[in-house]
């Protein structure tokens, strides 16, 4: 796991934020490469009955993803596709050359917009991180969600994460703790009546210094139905949601079924997966 | 489509405590004199109990008289009630002026009966011939074309896919006049999306709202009305809802879809006066473009032709 080390000791001054890069922070806080390669591979088997080797990543930032699945078995191959270079080359540098010739090999990055790129096809396309929810307009997912499925090998499978619960539509911040820094995800706004949703992700570190809107999201909170609709119309034959197990004391275990009914809860996330 | 909802009182932690508030039952005189007395639930009508509890047709009409004299400027006249149950509001409306009709349509020959001996007959021959109703699906697109249709109560949640309540829209905007207007009601907020039950008190009895469920994977709900006397006796569930909640942009993206040519939305103001133990709506509604969201909240949709 990459740390923060943009060591530069000499100078006093500097605060912790100063010194930090939101990169890492991000990846340290909210992603879990080695979790979602495992759950894919294991979904894509259970519907096709055969292993995936070609992976996109849509929205991939600095690719970490990518890297992971390519690292994961030697014949898996990688695509990443994302709107800004700087990050893709913050992921070259930190992820992709470290993990070697072989592995580098075998990992793609793209800078476009995820609508445009529909080839090569791939086994799997995957969008975490709730980054599709960019697209506020339902023609614009549509058409979204219509190029994944063109891009798609015929038995393809295209993966992604939503966000819900009854908290999810309320404005409020949540704090994790990860020793060296704090993060704070801040749902700033929700609309009701457009379900416009305005996020931040801010770093706070233990000198007070902070990372303030270290990353800032202008989305629309799409609902599990609405993009049940939307998955369908844009030609995948089958959708399936996941819900994940939860301990004795209600914490998520990491293990995910196929529920026919499940009860609400104040906040949830979880996977989707759409059969071309 | 037979009755209709519940209007979830627009919400509060305090209902939930409901009971709280009612006194012990006075209770116990000589014991049951008559054993076999029926209880107040067996004597109870549940379209008569439905009526005082969740709707308010006189509310209704003004607000949305209001509104077609604003965006139209003239009064309406010929109005379409559908899923109308009893037809209260069809009644309603053409007592209000005597150039006034109304057609009620509804999938339930029960209710639209009751409707005529107790609605539409008392309100004497007047009225009651200026009211037509129409066992039929209210995707039905032979009927004369309207003013205004009204969908109230939610009833409409019963499409539970894009396809069916599409479909409707279409059919509820072809059913207007050039310059028709259709209306409906919502609900949403936190609680609207859980599991939950709501007490208040009606004329005689207390009304209660369950939802049972809500699955957020599809927006199914399935809620309950219920009402419990003072003698402990119940109509448990006497109505059943098996909706799917459809969102403010959903609605809005459909009704566009569907013909309409612009979306209002009219936010019920709630009061939020803390010593208001229902924080009741105070029937003042407010157009709103933008809204926090609130645990719960009712919203009434009109769309323009």
Known sequence: ?276 | MSKKPAKPTPATKTSKKPAAKKKPVAKKKPAAKKATRPTLAERADKHALYQVSVQSPGVDIEFFEEQFAKYRGRKPLRMREDFCGTALLSTEWCKTDPQRTAHGVDLDAATLAWGREHNLEPAGPDVARRVKLAQADVRETRFAKVDLTLAMNFSYCVFHTREQLGEYFAAACKGLVRDGVLALEVYGGTESMSVLEEERPVRGATYIWEQEKFCPIDHRTLCHISWRFKDRSQIKRAFTYDWRLWTLPELHELLLAAGFKAVKFYFERVDGDPDDEFLTGTGDFVEHTEIDNQEAWLAYVIALK
Not at chain 1, 11 to 25: C, F, I, N, S
Not at chain 1, 40 to 56: E, L, V
């Open chain 1, 1 to 276: 796991m990459p740390r923060s080390s943009a060591v530069s000791k000499p100078k006093p001054a500097r605060t912790l934020a100063q010194q930090a890069d939101r990169h890492a922070l991000y990846e340290r806080a909210v992603q879990d490469p080695e979790g979602d390669v495992k759950f894919f591979a294991r979904t894509y088997r259970k519907i096709r009955g055969h292993d995936p080797i070609s992976m996109r990543e849509d929205f991939c930032g600095t690719a970490a993803l990518c890297c992971e699945w390519a690292r994961s078995a030697p014949e898996r191959t990688a695509l990443g596709v994302d709107l800004s270079q700087d990050t893709m080359n913050w992921g070259l540098e930190h992820h992709i050359v470290p993990a070697g010739r072989d592995v580098a090999s075998r990992v793609t990055l793209v800078c476009d917009d995820v609508r445009a790129v529909k080839r090569p096809k791939v086994d799997l396309t995957c969008a975490l991180n709730f980054s599709y929810y960019c697209f506020k307009q339902r023609a614009e997912l549509l058409e979204y969600f219509a190029s994944v499925h063109a891009g798609l090998n015929r038995d393809g499978v295209f993966l992604l994460d939503m966000l819900g619960g009854t908290e999810a539509i309320l404005e409020g911040n949540t704090d994790n703790d990860h020793g060296d820094f704090i993060y704070r995800w801040e749902q700033a706004k929700f609309d009701a009546f457009s379900h416009d949703f305005q996020c931040f992700i801010h770093f706070l570190f233990p000198d007070g210094s902070k990372i303030y809107r270290a990353f800032s999201y202008d989305w629309r909170l799409w609902m599990a139905p609405e993009l049940r609709d939307l998955l369908l119309e844009a030609g995948f034959s089958k959708v399936h949601f996941y819900w994940e197990k939860t301990d004795a004391k209600g914490e998520g275990t990491g293990v995910f079924y196929e529920p026919d009914y499940v009860e609400n809860q104040e906040i949830w996330w979880t996977y989707l997966a759409a059969e071309r």
